[in-house]
């Protein structure tokens, strides 16, 4: 049952934190079906009429961010040295508990999502779901003439590792594309050294039809609608 206490109503909207609910709240501004609330009282987010100063507020069930995570900061949520994603993001992000869904090395930079969404993050990371992870990458030398062929095929690691079959493109001599169905430790920079092109700058441009909105510079963030989110599971 969608039943929630009011004040987890109104903070869930970023409009408050939990005490600033209560005082609305006690000033009279937020309102059930017309009538003032009282502090504790419980909604159903279904068919209550919620408002506050007369304007109606959803309870938002889960926030969902994209990032372009600039190089130099981690992807975690905390970390004894260096800056994180979190360190970016701002209070009411911090507070609805948000995670990256993956990660991206310290030096990669490009799309992250941020969630406070569990099964999200599980949907998006697991390769059972094949969301398909796109990523630009400059390399330092040109890779070897068969390099599609054999990223195609599923390369198989001197130490065992193996990655499924993906794609790579050529931009350009010395810039590629990659496509991804799984996110292996530093897969795409291991997967381009194994065909002769080590990676020189890499970068993550999509995840599924999702793409990094090129508004967005170097560490900054916005949320998505959920009709956004709903691109990374369609078919590239
Ligand atoms: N592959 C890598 O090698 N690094 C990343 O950050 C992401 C994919």
């Known amino acids: 049952m969608p ?16 005490s600033q609910a209560r005082g609305m709240i006690r000033e009279g501004r937020v309102r059930i079906n017309g009538e003032p609330a009282r502090v504790g009282m419980r909604v159903n987010t279904e068919s209550d009429l919620v408002t506050l100063d ?3 507020i959803n309870y938002v069930r889960r926030v969902v961010y994209m990032m ?7 992807t975690a949520t905390e970390d004894g040295k260096d800056k994180t994603v ?12 948000v995670a990256p869904a993956g990660r991206l090395d310290k030096d990669t930079e490009g799309l992250l999502i941020l969630t406070d969404d569990g099964e999200l993050i599980h949907s998006i990371i697991s390769p059972v779901k094949e ?38 493109e050529r931009l350009g001599d010395y810039e590629v594309r990659v496509y ?4 292996k430790y530093h897969e ?18 999509a995840i599924g039809r999702l793409q990094l909105d090129p508004k967005l510079e170097p560490g900054s963030f916005r949320l998505l609608s959920e009709d956004e989110t709903e691109l990374m599971f369609r078919e590239v």
């Open 3 to 18: 039943i929630f206490r009011l004040e987890r109503l109104v903070t869930s909207t970023g409009a408050a934190t939990r």
């Open 54 to 56: 007369g304007e109606p």
């Open 68 to 74: 372009n995570k600039p190089k130099g900061v981690v």
């Open 86 to 97: 979190l360190d970016l993001m701002d209070d009411f992000a911090k507070k609805r508990g």
């Open 131 to 168: 969301v398909v992870k796109t990523y630009e990458a400059v390399v330092s030398v040109i890779p070897a003439p068969d390099a599609e062929e054999r990223i195609a095929a599923g390369l198989k690691l001197w130490d065992g590792t193996e990655f499924l079959p993906a794609k790579m």
């Open 180 to 183: 991804l169905r799984e996110g």
């Open 188 to 205: 795409v920079k291991r997967m381009l050294a194994a065909v002769g092109a080590p990676v020189a700058a890499l970068k993550r441009v």
